[in-house]
Nanobody
Framework: QVQLVESGGGLVQTGGSLRLSCVASGSIFSINAMGWYRQAPGDQRELVATISSGSSTNYADSVKGRFTISRDGAKNTVFLQMNSLKPEDTAVYYC??????????????WGQGTQVTVSS
C-alpha cells in the first residue's frame, strides 16, 4: 500500500508563486520517478513536470522557465516551485509516483490532488 499526499495549493494572484509538496509513504522499495500533472475543468490531465531517480527533469513547454521540480530522496518527497503564475495555470495538480513495492512490483500511484487557482 502506497499513499501520496500533496500540499501547498491555494489562491494566488497573477505573477505570484506557490510551492507544492508531495510525500510518498507506505511499503516502498524504491521510487523510480515522480512528477506533477494537472487537470483544468473540461480538459484532460496533462504532464507538468517529472523527475527521475537520477534527478533528470522534464517539463511541459508551457511551464519551462517558470516551474522547477525537485526531490528529496531521503524523505520520498517531490516539490514543484511555481513562479510567475498565470491564470491558465489554474487547475487541480496531481502528484504521481512510479514506485516499486515489495514483493517487486512497479506501478503508478496518484495523490488526491491539490487545487491551484491563479486570479487575474
Amino acid at each position: 500500500q502506497v499513499q501520496l499526499v500533496e500540499s501547498g495549493g491555494g489562491l494566488v494572484q497573477t505573477g505570484g508563486s506557490l510551492r507544492l509538496s508531495c510525500v510518498a509513504s507506505g511499503s516502498i522499495f524504491s521510487i523510480n520517478a515522480m512528477g506533477w500533472y494537472r487537470q483544468a475543468p473540461g480538459d484532460q490531465r496533462e504532464l507538468v513536470a517529472t523527475i527521475s531517480s537520477g534527478s533528470s527533469t522534464n517539463y511541459a513547454d508551457s511551464v519551462k522557465g517558470r516551474f522547477t521540480i525537485s526531490r528529496d530522496g531521503a524523505k520520498n518527497t517531490v516539490f514543484l516551485q511555481m513562479n510567475s503564475l498565470k491564470p491558465e495555470d489554474t487547475a487541480v495538480y496531481y502528484c504521481n509516483g512510479r514506485i516499486t513495492t515489495l514483493p517487486l512490483r512497479t506501478a503508478d500511484y496518484w495523490g488526491q490532488g491539490t487545487q491551484v487557482t491563479v486570479s487575474s
